[in-house]
């Protein structure tokens, strides 16, 4: 891998250091949890104001920075993914610029095809991203795609890259949670 998108939750501090010590280039963002879901901003300078309120606060901040809007793992009921209605409005008003279609937690490949065809369906970049919270995780899923300089060159290879990936989630020691249901509204 030549390039790693870092994007540690609500911090920038860690891809801020590690830009100057891995062999590769890194990409400075983070993910920001919001109460509709979260979000991810890649080519940050600065942290992302926390306590965004709503996902549209969040999405501003990070382009306010000239950064790119990053929507993880969209559909995971397992994760805090952003709401379908509210990546549908964000989207609408030309504020999202990814959509992840291959997350390697996210278990059910048909939530990574449903990520990939909203994407597809928004006219959106395509996005993948190993979710990595342990070293051996890193590289399970990234992309092809061509070199790069900043955040709309970037865009520009991201929309003909090629997305490569496997799930990866290694068994943890079992403790009880609470899971949420899949089967939708009753």
């Known amino acids: 891998m030549d390039v790693v998108c870092i994007t540690d939750h609500s911090r920038i501090e860690g891809a801020l250091r590690l830009s100057g010590e891995l062999p590769c280039r890194v990409v400075v963002g983070e993910e920001q949890r919001t109460p509709e879901g979260e979000l991810i ?4 300078e600065e942290p992302i104001r926390p306590g965004c309120r709503t996902a549209r606060e969040a999405a501003v901040a990070i382009r306010r920075q000239g950064g790119v809007v990053y929507v993880p793992h969209p559909f995971d009921p397992m994760r805090r993914h952003i709401r379908p209605s509210v990546l549908s409005e964000l989207a609408g008003d030309g504020l999202l610029d990814v959509i992840e279609g291959i997350n390697a937690k996210t278990s059910l490949s048909s939530l990574n095809e449903k990520a990939r065809q909203a994407a597809a369906e928004h006219s959106l970049a395509c996005g993948a991203g190993s979710d990595a ?6 590289g399970a899923a990234y992309v092809e795609m061509a ?12 929309q003909i890259g090629r997305l490569v ?4 989630d290694p068994p ?15």
């Open 41 to 44: 901003g890649l080519f940050l």
């Open 133 to 138: 919270h342990l070293a051996e995780a890193i």
């Open 147 to 158: 070199p790069f300089e900043g955040p709309a060159d970037f865009l520009a290879a991201l």
């Open 165 to 168: 990936g496997h799930h990866f």
């Open 172 to 186: 943890r020691a079992w403790q009880p949670r609470v899971v949420p249901s899949t089967a939708g509204p009753r």
